[in-house]
Structures are given as C-alpha cells and as structure tokens.
C-alpha cells in the first residue's frame, strides 16, 4: 500500500515533549486492554496531544481516512444507558461471526478475561452474560471514543484508520492512560448513530474506551497469548 504522511506540524504539537516519555518497545509490549477504569477524569492537555501525535500517522494517499466522535460527560452517560439496554434486552449485536479456525482464540480470550480476570466458573451463564455488559458501560471509562470512516472509500481505507488507532493507544500508554478498542459497541450501530449524532455517510468501525487504569483489578492483570513471528510471517529469499 502506497502510504504517505504530509500532515503539517499540529498546532500545540510541543505538548508532546511535556512529560518523560516512556521507550517505544516499553509502550508496545505493555500496552493492553483495559477493562476497568478510574473514574478519574483526563486532563484536556494529555488527552489532546495524544490526539495531535496519532495525526501524523501513514495512509493510504494520504486520505487521513479516520473520522473521530469523542463522547464524554452527560453524552457519555446516555449513550452507555441506551447501549446497556439494548445490550440488556436481549437483541444480538450485528456482528459477523468468526470463521471456525479462528474461534478458538476468541475462547482463550473468553476463558482468561470472564474466568481468570472476573473469576466467573464458565457455568455461570447469567453471571458471563452480567459481565459483558460491562462493554457497553465503556467499562466505567470517562471518555468514549467512536471510530468511524467514509463509506465512500474503498475497504482497504481501514488500514489506513488501523494505522491510526494503533498509533493513538501508543500515544495513550505512553501517557499512563489505559484503553481498550470495542468492536462490540459497533454491534448496535442504530444506537450509535442516534445517540452521538453520526452522520449516515459514516461507517461505524468501534469503540475505544480511555482513562486511567484501575490496577488493582483483577482483570487488568490478564496478558493474552502472542504466537511467534515464525507463524506468522514467510521470508522469501530467492
């Protein structure tokens, strides 16, 4: 993919060098999803130079494709009591379901969050069923970020918004504050749209919850598995 950044210097962009910075492989390596917050409010400062540095991320023709909601206070509030309910009444996200061969790291993920994180016995359906709805309360985040892009562009313009997204949960780590990106909030699109006032021309991608980790959960505390870069990568040499 032919990637360029021509973005200009932001405005504020000396923010940047306001706090020690952490290394880059320190970030990358501890950076996971978290889900349980503080409700500890984000300094605008902090929060916006986070935003200023993921601008300069690559993209495809330099589209800049990423369109962000941040959703915060009073809004914030509606917006998770409507997911909530829906989430509650037993109406199943619109999400496309994995293919088989990739199902079992969804129950890896499903047995180390809901059994060693929240310490659910995997025959407590209603109190698995009582934990995801922590998804749609952003996990007690003070600040919820819709991510969202043309539906204009073509498919292959997601990579260029994945580019973006990674690079802003660096910027977020390296700023002590925790996220966690929620392709479950895109189950309810209708509901998104409505309470946060998307445009219909914008399609919905996910959610990502932010704010300051609370550590001493327990499900903070969960590492998922990586495979090996030998599984996953070919050299090809001649």
Not at 181 to 195: H, L, T, W
Not at 201 to 211: A, M, N, T, Y
């Amino acid at each position: 993919m032919d990637t360029e950044n021509e973005t200009p210097a932001c405005e504020g962009a000396n923010t940047w060098h306001t706090h020690q910075h952490m290394p880059f492989d320190e970030a990358v390596i501890s950076r996971h999803s978290t889900r349980l917050f503080l409700p500890k409010p984000i300094p605008d400062d902090v929060f916006n130079s986070a935003l200023q540095l993921a601008a300069h991320s690559p993209s495809n023709s330099n589209t800049q494709a990423w369109r962000l909601y941040v959703v915060t206070g009073a809004a914030l509030q509606r917006l998770k009591a409507a997911l909530t309910g829906v989430a509650s009444s037993g109406v199943a996200p619109n999400i496309l379901p994995l293919p088989e061969e990739f199902r079992p790291w969804r129950s890896e993920l499903g047995k180390a969050v809901y059994g060693d994180g929240w310490g659910i016995p995997r025959e407590d359906t209603e109190a698995r069923q009582k934990a995801v709805l922590h998804n749609y309360d952003f996990f007690g985040a003070p600040v919820g970020i819709i991510v969202c892009m043309s539906k204009k562009l073509p498919g292959f313009a997601a990579m260029s918004v994945g580019m973006y997204l990674q690079t802003l949960l660096l910027a977020f780590t390296d700023r002590g504050l925790g996220s966690c990106v929620q392709v479950s909030i895109a189950g309810y699109k209708d509901v998104v749209r409505e309470q946060v006032g998307i445009a219909d021309d914008l399609e919905i991608l996910c959610g990502v919850s932010v704010g300051y980790e609370d550590t001493e959960a327990n499900v903070n505390r969960v590492r998922l598995r990586r495979i090996g870069v030998g599984e996953t990568t070919v050299f090809v040499t001649e």
